[in-house]
């Protein structure tokens, strides 16, 4: 659904500066009475809804450090590079209602590929309602970068931060995990089959989910709702962005708790559990410091556990305990771990090596 | 005052993403009490004062195409990233608040020219009592980028757009122009003469408000209090960071009016005028397309006159006509000639050329 079947080519010179912006953006519409000025002027203005707060969260990828232009389509970056921000914004318990984006491009790409990012950016804006409010677009004297900053509002009791969970706590993960990484892999794996034999047809069936999950992630826009609605406020929430030892030892640090994660809980897809296999990986592995799930992690009271118990989306991996009793995994096999931080650059490295 | 005469060289990679964030950040103080958090969650919370509008504006810099590391200092380059975006909301009539802050970089860059560009940053942030609540440090494939958003805020009311201006208003610049353009001719001649000659000692002291007004730019700050004082709501207004010619225009099509402008009227340092005159170009052209100068161009109505009248800070330059009078500029020798928008960038090519 996301492909550019068109070879036609305009370099962006031919548009200028404020063309390229005109023409980029005419096609976003404002959706929010909030959004008082978009586009068009020095800045762009919002009126905040009365007892609210407002959230602001900034995120740049870079080509050749965040995402592979050889699989990743121009169309998908786009609505990832708004997906990552909105991510952060729902992290809060907050509805995301605005962002800019700035991008700098090599004069390489022509018009038609900048349509393409925007496309996936406008996409993206519309299935989450969300406002394209401002941004910059300017040359660059290498590759793609783009920057977006994210605005949504909550009111001031319903903001959570990472520094609220309290000994007891439930420890609450939502979707599944691992699957962003291990489509990474999948991407990674054919291209190089590709490197060697150029008419290769991937067969990418078997990972649909697992590749889907890398290059068209879905934020949850759908958890502070939900959470509203079962009656539940988090006492602490991040994002996953990382992995999710990395993001259980954020939360931990912040609200200075320790917890026990156990590892027969951790949410997988079945993809997940077959594709390891085949790969020769450890599922939980992938999952503890996979990263680009964009699945949120939460706390909650233990009295809440009646509301959330048995929801499809949400799973409850474990529970907060006193810091000075560590941050631990305690494996099918009854054993306890120090959990560590070691995020997917870590994880990479050792692939590589 | 801005230069690092420190040689030490510690990898970036010897703290890590979240270590680096953390090392260039901690000295950052919270000014606000609107800033309820800043760096350390998911996102950033602000609570908007009673009612107050907030504008948002973000502007990216490109190495190689914004700045030029040989001629300028990391902790220039910090605090005129900033400036930029200041300037932006200044030019909403608005008060700056807050900035979030991202930059890529690549390798090359020990993390002691990371601390330079904080703090330049960081300076910027005091001296204009801005906090920085967030942000996102990341490598680079090849050069420098610094993505800044900066938020304000102002009562709906004084909020002033590039589309108010009317028939009959007053056109009116803050400072003087064309100063921060002819500074980077003079550091782009310096440049060459260091190419040449690697021992040749610039005497930059003839020129010094030019390389400064390129190197460390001021943003108007002082003008929406300024105009409150003095109890001047204007009609329409813009910063100048494209050139003269090209922002009144803006302010023009976006108002549907047209403007006769005073060549007379234009504001020029000596220094700009005695080195338009060593260099052989014409001050009128540099101030109309020079560009970078971040003062304020504003329209306010006629009988507000005597309120701006002999102040300094202000220059009254033209005046606003019916949109199908056209935009003229009035020459010394009372000829009438259309404003056309060229901008620094077609100056540029034509210098280049």
Same mark, same amino acid.
């Given at each position: 659904?996301?492909?550019?079947?068109?070879?036609?080519?305009?370099?962006?010179?031919?548009?200028?500066?404020?063309?390229?912006?005109?023409?980029?953006?005419?096609?976003?519409?404002?959706?929010?009475?909030?959004?008082?000025?978009?586009?068009?002027?020095?800045?762009?203005?919002?009126?905040?809804?009365?007892?609210?707060?407002?959230?602001?969260?900034?995120?740049?990828?870079?080509?050749?450090?965040?995402?592979?232009?050889?699989?990743?389509?121009?169309?998908?970056?786009?609505?990832?590079?708004?997906?990552?921000?909105?991510?952060?914004?729902?992290?809060?318990?907050?509805?995301?209602?605005?962002?800019?984006?700035?991008?700098?491009?090599?004069?390489?790409?022509?018009?038609?590929?900048?349509?393409?990012?925007?496309?996936?950016?406008?996409?993206?804006?519309?299935?989450?309602?969300?406002?394209?409010?401002?941004?910059?677009?300017?040359?660059?004297?290498?590759?793609?970068?783009?920057?977006?900053?994210?605005?949504?509002?909550?009111?001031?009791?319903?903001?959570?931060?990472?520094?609220?969970?309290?000994?007891?706590?439930? =420890? !609450?993960?939502?979707?599944?995990?691992?699957? /962003?990484?291990?489509?990474?892999?999948? &991407?990674?794996? %054919?291209? #190089? *089959?590709?490197?060697?034999?150029?008419?290769?047809?991937?067969?990418?069936?078997?990972?649909?989910? =697992? !590749?889907?999950?890398?290059?068209?992630?879905? /934020?949850?826009?759908?958890?502070?709702? &939900?959470?509203? %609605?079962? #009656? *539940?406020?988090?006492?602490?929430?991040?994002?996953?962005?990382?992995?999710?030892?990395?993001?259980?030892?954020?939360?931990?640090?912040?609200?200075?708790?320790?917890?026990?994660?156990?590892?027969?809980?951790?949410?997988?897809?079945?993809?997940?559990?077959?594709?390891?296999?085949?790969?020769?990986?450890?599922?939980?592995?992938?999952?503890?410091?996979?990263?680009?799930?964009?699945?949120?992690?939460?706390?909650?009271?233990?009295?809440?556990?009646?509301?959330?118990?048995?929801?499809?989306?949400?799973?409850?991996?474990?529970?907060?305990?006193?810091?000075?009793?560590?941050?631990?995994?305690?494996?099918?096999?009854?054993?306890?771990?120090?959990?560590?931080?070691?995020?997917?650059?870590?994880?990479?490295?050792?692939?590589?090596?």
């Amino acid at each position: 659904m996301f492909e550019n079947k068109d070879n036609a080519t305009t370099p962006i010179s031919a548009l200028g500066e404020f063309g390229l912006i005109d023409h980029l953006t005419k096609h976003f519409k404002i959706q929010h009475t909030t959004t008082v000025k978009g586009i068009g002027d020095d800045a762009a203005v919002i009126a905040a809804e009365k007892n609210t707060q407002l959230v602001v969260t900034t995120d740049m990828l870079v080509e050749g450090v965040h995402f592979d232009l050889s699989y990743m389509p121009l169309k998908h970056l786009g609505y990832k590079a708004v997906m990552v921000n909105l991510s952060d914004v729902y992290a809060m318990n907050a509805t995301a209602k605005q962002i800019t984006v700035s991008v700098a491009i090599s004069n390489r790409f022509p018009v038609e590929a900048m349509e393409e990012l925007y496309a996936g950016i406008q996409t993206a804006a519309e299935l989450y309602k969300i406002d394209v409010i401002g941004g910059d677009t300017t040359s660059s004297t290498s590759g793609l970068i783009i920057s977006v900053t994210a605005l949504g509002e909550a009111e001031a009791k319903k903001i959570t931060y990472r520094s609220g969970a309290k000994e007891n706590d439930l =420890l !609450v993960v939502t979707g599944d995990l691992g699957a /962003a990484y291990l489509g990474l892999q999948v &991407l990674e794996r %054919e291209k #190089e *089959v590709f490197k060697v034999n150029p008419n290769a047809q991937p067969d990418l069936e078997k990972y649909s989910y =697992l !590749v889907e999950r890398q290059l068209k992630p879905e /934020a949850r826009r759908d958890i502070p709702g &939900l959470l509203a %609605e079962l #009656e *539940v406020q988090p006492t602490a929430m991040i994002d996953i962005s990382d992995g999710l030892s990395s993001e259980i030892i954020h939360i931990c640090k912040s609200s200075m708790v320790g917890c026990n994660l156990y590892e027969d809980k951790i949410p997988l897809d079945p993809q997940v559990i077959s594709t390891c296999e085949e790969f020769n990986m450890d599922s939980t592995t992938i999952a503890l410091s996979g990263g680009e799930d964009y699945e949120l992690l939460f706390t909650v009271a233990t009295e809440d556990f009646p509301k959330i118990k048995g929801n499809p989306h949400l799973s409850v991996i474990g529970h907060i305990t006193k810091e000075n009793e560590g941050m631990h995994l305690i494996t099918r096999a009854n054993t306890k771990i120090e959990l560590i931080a070691r995020g997917w650059n870590a994880l990479e490295d050792e692939a590589d090596g």
